[in-house]
T-cell receptor, first 111, second 114 residues
Framework: DQQVKQNSPSLSVQEGRISILNCDYT??????FLWYKKYPAEGPTFLIS?????DKNEDGRFTVFLNKSAKHLSLHIVPSQPGDSAVYFC??????????FGTGTSLTVIP | NAGVTQTPKFQVLKTGQSMTLQCAQD?????MSWYRQDPGMGLRLIHY???????DQGEVPNGYNVSRSTTEDFPLRLLSAAPSQTSVYFC?????????????FGPGTRLTVT
């Protein structure tokens, strides 16, 4: 049973516009959430994280929003750049260093 | 710093063969994990370790063994390979700093079992 879900397998966005990637979870015990970016033939790389005590975390062009009541988080990328084209995974943890991953969303930024 | 290294990059096995996927990290991280990535399934945790000598099962541990004799190394053993173990395997190491964690992944091993 998938505890972390990314319901959009793919997303296309024009360069310069906002990309919004969504993630839902079912386990109310999750208290730490992360986003990873993955290029083909490489391992995932950490992008940004958020603790359940916050509802927003920003790092440059990347912002993660957490809505605990809806068990939903989203990643905003503004402005989107062609180099952002990759697969994005969200992950959640209830116990230190045990992570559950979503199935990924493939983002294509069109120049 | 090499980060997390994995060998081999590619491997083809016949059903019933055994092999060990190697993983090493040079960041002195306590925590190490093995994941497999299958189409439409995301990354699923196989086994993890919270320090040398300590390992535990993740979501999908059946058919895999691990050991952690040193902080640096965390090999994954397939005792009798099955076609269902065809996948891309990622090793990760992580640390926690207060309330934050960050995982670093290796480049992956693509395994095909025929």
């Amino acid at each position: 049973d998938q505890q972390v879900k990314q319901n959009s397998p793919s997303l296309s966005v024009q360069e310069g516009r906002i990309s919004i990637l969504n993630c839902d979870y079912t386990n109310s015990m999750f208290d730490y959430f992360l986003w990873y970016k993955k290029y083909p033939a490489e391992g995932p790389t950490f992008l940004i994280s958020i603790s359940s005590i916050k509802d927003k975390n920003e790092d440059g062009r990347f912002t993660v929003f957490l809505n605990k009541s809806a068990k939903h988080l989203s990643l905003h990328i503004v402005p989107s750049q062609p180099g952002d084209s990759a697969v994005y995974f969200c992950a959640a943890s209830a116990i230190s260093n045990q992570f559950y991953f979503g199935t990924g969303t493939s983002l294509t930024v069109i120049p | 710093n090499a980060g997390v290294t994995q060998t081999p990059k590619f491997q083809v096995l016949k059903t019933g063969q055994s092999m060990t996927l190697q993983c090493a990290q040079d960041m002195n991280h306590e925590y190490m994990s093995w994941y497999r990535q299958d189409p439409g399934m995301g990354l699923r945790l196989i086994h993890y370790s919270v320090g040398a000598g300590i390992t535990d099962q993740g979501e999908v541990p059946n058919g895999y063994n691990v050991s952690r004799s040193t902080t640096e190394d965390f090999p994954l053993r397939l005792l009798s390979a099955a076609p269902s173990q065809t996948s891309v395997y990622f090793c990760a190491s992580s640390y926690s700093s207060g309330s934050t964690y960050e995982q670093y992944f290796g480049p992956g091993t693509r395994l095909t079992v025929t």
